[in-house]
């Protein structure tokens, strides 16, 4: 069949421009999103001490880093909810729904009164604004990536659903960035009075252009020719029905990365601080280096991933991830310092992003048009949950159990062994069947 040359240069035109525009309308909410996650994390001693206090200074951290994961509890049905809004009322609708339930939440925990001005209401605030944060969180992915994938050629889907990756590289390079900055002019006194606030408040100033940007956009092709042709959408009951095999080898493709990302990258500042001494500034900008990693090679890895194979890309980096775990904790605690802590840091950037640049491209091709959203919603946020959201607390807690500053590094070893017999069997699924994805 022959195709007109004016249709085939209109379809080109896009693919020729580059999707760069919905790229960014993407991106910029999504920073925010992790931006606000991450600086609750970097701020937890803090938040700790105000809102969670305790006689016990470790039990402080416990409550602190424990409401840091309650809000992935809810990272599950802000998937559920809003993974199948997007594959019903479209990827625009939900990207533009979720930034501003995380602008709702951030701003309660900007304005929130310490557990010394109103008792047991404070925790209580801060759980109900981490909750609304884990749910809008939830399906942000989802609805970013399809967004994405579905303005991209599908050649270069791998690089620009990467972009997915290197905006959250962004969001720490801000998120440490600004903790650095505010640990370095304040004083401790000024910083647990008035400085935290300044850091999540940064968050309110981003959220409204965000915001803006999004309502700007054209909806993804894909999903109007899907929403054309489909006259009644059950995504859920689809993903959950038929493709259940394909959602759980997914959640554990993801467990290793997001378990690593979350114990280096998040985790790191406080373990810096607490278990090595080295100063709060100095920590953060360790975390800062990891954040400019990520940023500038997480595209490189997905343009990898488009040319030589998602899979092939994933499983070696995930492989010298797990190799290199234990060895990076046992150098930071042989050699104590920010030097040490800089370079350390910025191998786990480029780990991250090699890790994490082709996984949303992967998991596009996984789930069709129709069930994308929720499929990439579900499959993401279960993962996070399980395995990232609660590594903070979990390897703070095998820490105090096991007296071993390398502890965290085995926590890192299993989920990269689950990950890669997720690859394994998922390979031997997808093979002949989707090309593109291999």
């Known amino acids: 069949m022959t195709v007109p040359s004016s249709a085939l240069s209109s379809a080109q035109a896009p693919t020729q421009r580059g999707p760069w525009k919905e790229i960014i309308a993407a991106s910029v909410g999504n920073a925010l999103e992790f931006y606000d996650l991450l600086i609750y994390g970097y701020f937890a001693v803090v938040i700790g001490k105000l809102f969670f206090p305790s006689d016990n200074e470790t039990t402080s951290l416990l409550l602190a880093v424990g409401s840091f994961g309650i809000s992935f509890l809810m990272r599950p049905l802000g998937a559920i909810v809003l993974g199948a809004y997007t594959d019903r009322a479209g990827r625009k609708a939900s990207l533009t729904m979720s930034i501003m339930i995380m602008l709702i939440g951030t701003a309660i925990i900007t304005f929130a009164p310490t557990y010394e001005q109103i008792g047991l209401a404070a925790p209580l605030l801060i759980i109900v604004a981490r909750m609304l944060q884990g ?13 994405m994938v579905e303005h991209a050629d599908t050649k270069r889907r791998g ?12 969001a720490t390079v801000l998120a440490a960035g600004v903790s650095a900055l505010l640990s370095y002019v304040l004083s401790d006194v000024q910083l647990n009075d008035w400085g935290w606030r300044v850091a999540f408040g940064f968050g309110l100033l981003i959220g409204p252009v965000g915001f803006y940007i999004r309502t700007q956009i054209d909806e993804t092709p894909d999903f109007k020719k899907s929403a054309a042709s489909t ?5 859920l009951r689809d993903v ?6 394909s959602l759980l080898l997914a959640i554990g493709v993801v467990a290793g990365a997001t378990a690593f990302n979350y114990v ?11 278990q090595l001494n080295i100063t709060a500034t100095s920590s953060y900008l360790g975390a800062l280096m990891t954040g400019i990693t990520l940023m500038l090679m997480a595209p490189v890895f997905g343009g990898l991933s488009d040319r030589h194979g998602r899979f092939r890309v994933l499983t070696i980096a995930l492989l010298i991830t797990g190799l290199s775990s234990y060895p990076m904790f046992a150098l930071l605690n042989a050699f104590p310092s920010f030097s040490t802590l800089l370079v350390v840091q910025a191998l786990v950037g480029l780990l991250i992003a090699a890790c994490l640049g082709p996984i949303p491209a992967m998991l596009a091709d996984i789930f069709p048009t129709s069930i994308r959203g929720t499929g990439l919603a579900l499959s993401y946020n279960f993962s996070v949950t399980l395995f990232g959201g609660f590594a903070p607390l979990i390897v703070t807690w095998m820490i105090d159990a096991s007296g071993s500053k390398l502890a965290p590094s085995f926590y890192v070893m299993t989920t990269i062994l689950i990950s890669v017999l997720a690859i394994v069997c998922l390979g031997r699924r997808m ?5 593109s994805a291999n």
């Open 231 to 235: 006259a009644l959408k059950t995504p």
């Open 264 to 274: 280096h990258k998040l985790y790191m500042p406080i373990y810096a601080f607490k």
């Open 135 to 147: 749910f809008s969180t939830g399906g942000e992915f989802g609805a970013a990536t399809a967004f």
């Open 431 to 435: 093979r002949g069947t989707q090309p």
């Open 159 to 170: 690089f620009f659903a990467s972009w997915q990756l290197s905006t959250q590289g962004l």
């Open 240 to 245: 959950l029905v038929k493709g259940h095999v």
